[in-house]
């Protein structure tokens, strides 16, 4: 079973006040405008299958693009309620973007009648699963011949260390990322907006052989790291710098 820690009110609280953005224009957030690069320019009349897709920024902004049907699926029910609450609004996503709860460590996953899909997307989800591989296959088996899978987790170098942190050497004051562990893939908990955050570390080749493993091809690869400009912004921590926050893929079946 998965950690639901969106449904814990101290974590679910201080994710709503400091990162939460799903209020805000998708076109002004950094991380969407590499993400968007990953998909394809026309979706108008896909299927689509948004996976963790928390309060549902991605499956709205796909039904205003012209998507036929969305399903947006997340353990926490705080993240479905919001974005169940943000579709009353609109009453475009009525018949076609519906929310579900579900524990994607728990397979098979329920799918809707759309399937097969001609987009699956995922982002910032898949590094908190234990049972990453049987899920993608899944996911596979649920794709249209053609269709992309687009997955954005946590970078491995920033999941590997089990103390993360911005180290800086005592003689040249040189900063650097304490990457370490890397070779040792699995459980890591830290501390992130509230105590006991559980996520699961793969390195890249570790990643690689589940989605290539399954059948898909590499269609595009991308890790996020901030310009000089955003950095200058003061819209990004300064600690952004010293390695990559995201890791960006998409897959063809």
């Known amino acids: 079973m998965s950690q639901n820690i969106y449904d814990r009110q101290d974590f679910f609280e201080a994710y709503s006040k400091f990162i939460d953005r799903s209020n805000e224009p998708v076109d002004d957030d950094l991380l969407w405008k590499r993400l968007r690069t990953l998909l394809p320019e026309d979706i108008n009349g896909f299927d689509i299958l948004d996976v963790g897709c928390g309060s549902g920024w991605f499956s709205r902004w796909a039904v205003t693009s012209g998507a036929n049907s969305v399903l947006g699926l997340d353990i926490s029910q705080n993240m479905i309620a919001k974005g169940r609450k943000a579709s009353e609004a609109r009453p475009g996503d009525a018949g076609k973007l519906e929310y579900r709860i579900a524990d994607l460590d728990i397979l098979p996953i329920t799918l809707s009648d759309k399937a097969p899909y001609d987009l699956i997307f995922s982002s910032v989800a898949f590094h908190y699963l234990k049972n990453l591989e049987p899920l993608v296959k899944q996911l596979v088996e649920a794709m249209k011949p053609g269709a992309l899978l ?20 005592k003689e040249t004051g040189q900063k650097s990322w304490n990457l370490s562990a890397y070779h040792e893939e699995g459980e890591r908990v830290v501390d992130w907006l509230a105590p006991g955050l559980r996520k699961y570390h793969r390195t890249m080749t ?13 269609v595009k690869f991308l890790e996020w790291l901030p310009t000089e400009e955003e950095l200058a912004s003061g819209d990004i921590d300064d600690v952004e710098q010293y390695r990559p926050l995201f890791l960006m893929m998409s897959f063809r079946k």
């Open 150 to 169: 687009v997955v954005n987790v946590e970078h491995p170098t920033y999941t590997a260390p089990k103390t993360p942190r911005v180290v800086e050497d």
């Open 206 to 218: 570790g990643y690689m052989d589940i989605f290539l493993g399954n059948g898909l091809s590499l």
